[in-house]
């Protein structure tokens, strides 16, 4: 597939009708769109290049990330997934892409972030130095123009992103802030010169549950090193998340998508450039307390899920855990380790800092801004408040009544 300064040429969509689109043009910046595995394929390595140059959380709108989802809704056959992927060239070469799919919900038709069931962060992969409000106002204006939709979702938006300084004054920001906790690493020589920025009484508790635990069976850390461990990993700390939640009578948008441990455990064999999946274990004699798993791209960590034993929970083995893990990402020389939300005590102990993150909608139709000012904004919220004060067990019931259990 070719694109040129004139004309976006867009791939058959499944019903095998060719689309054309006319490129939005300002001097030499074009627009195109892609709907199909072979319009990605076509500008793949061209999209690799470009987050390669971008520094800041964009993994899940890596070409890795979004090869994966392609390759998944395939396989799966699910005859609904719509990509939209917008692009922006200037001069011929890609400068921005903006990932999306169209989904119905809530009564109306959604642009959303590809893949939005199981990623977290919402970025603008740009270019350096590009104008990112432009970009992202002719990036919507191409989408809009090609596929009709009430509304642009965008979830978990950090506030240091470039997408969160290039939102439009028509946004609206809905649910609840969050804060996300990171780990500056390149900010410290080296392992050691971090733990002693630690609390003097928090390394003393660490040691001390340590020890009571040693004195019962060894305590040892595992990077998965093969595929096979990776995917155990995956799978156990995935089902111990899924166990939790029903324990406490919740929900997720990940895990109510009955396909997403598939989905995570076939990342464990995965080759993609840039989307490398690492797996953490702390085992006390052969039982694993406490494991977690993520990503690594472009010298940065992603806390994707982790679980732990709670019976050992007076042991804290989730903090345990964390500076064995934390020792392993300086072995491996990364700069960043982004523990994503929600703010756990056991994240934010290790933590350098936060960073808010929010889900926004960018209304392109009046339904659209009806719908976001009076559910997502109003009745959702109300009604998710009125669900976490129930006691869990009678949520859990709930749940399951609703088929989200």
């Known amino acids: ?32 769109l ?33 090869r994966a989802i392609f390759d998944f809704e395939a396989q799966r056959g699910n005859s609904r997934f719509s990509p939209v992927i917008v692009t922006l060239r200037e001069a011929g070469t890609l400068v921005a892409v903006l990932p999306l799919e169209k989904i ?31 970009a992202l106002r002719r990036l919507v204006a191409a989408a809009r123009a090609a596929t009709p939709a009430d509304a642009i979702k965008l979830f978990k938006v950090r506030a240091d992103s470039l997408l969160h300084h290039a939102l439009p004054a028509t946004v609206v920001t809905v649910g609840d802030t969050m804060a996300a906790p990171y780990i500056d690493l390149s900010a410290h020589a080296d392992f050691e010169a971090y733990l002693s920025t630690i ?16 004195r019962i069976a060894p305590l040892t850390h595992e990077v998965g090193d093969t595929p096979e461990a990776r995917g155990e990993a995956i799978a156990r700390t995935l089902e111990g998340r899924a166990q939790r939640l029903r324990d406490q009578g919740l929900t997720s948008r990940a895990f109510h998508d009955r396909d997403f441990i598939e989905f995570c455990t076939g990342l464990a064999t995965r080759t993609d450039p840039g989307l490398k999946v690492a ?19 472009n010298q940065r960590f992603y806390l994707f899920a982790t679980t732990r034993d709670f019976t050992s929970s007076e042991e804290s083995p989730g903090k345990l855990h964390m500076q064995s893990a934390i020792e392993a990402w300086f072995g491996m020389g990364l700069k960043q380790a982004d523990l994503m939300v929600p703010a756990m005590p056991y994240k934010l102990t290790w933590a350098t800092g936060t960073v808010a993150a929010a889900d926004h909608v960018i209304p ?14 109003q009745v959702r919220p109300f009604a998710k408040r009125t669900m976490l004060a129930l006691p869990p067990r009678l949520r859990g019931t709930l749940l399951k009544l609703v088929g989200r259990g």
């Open 199 to 214: 609390r003097t009484k928090t390394r003393k508790n660490i040691r001390s549950g340590r020890n009571r635990l040693e």
């Open 279 to 297: 797996t953490f274990t702390l085992r006390h004699g052969d039982l694993p307390v406490s494991e977690q798993w993520g990503f690594v791209h």
């Open 364 to 377: 392109l139709t009046r339904t659209g801004w009806l719908v976001a000012h009076v559910w997502d904004r």
């Open 34 to 66: 892609v709907f199909t595995r072979e319009g990605f394929d076509a500008i793949a390595d061209e999209w690799r290049d470009l987050e390669i140059a971008v520094r800041g959380a964009v993994l899940f709108q890596s070409a890795g990330w979004s």
């Open 104 to 134: 119905r919900a809530a009564g109306q038709r959604l642009l959303v972030p590809l893949g939005h069931a199981y990623q977290q962060y919402t970025e603008l992969l740009a270019t350096p130095g590009l104008d990112a409000a432009d």
């Open 1 to 32: 597939m070719s694109y040129d300064s004139t004309t976006a040429v867009v791939a058959r969509r499944a019903d095998t009708r060719p689309r054309t689109f006319a490129a939005l043009r300002a001097a030499d910046r074009t627009t195109a």
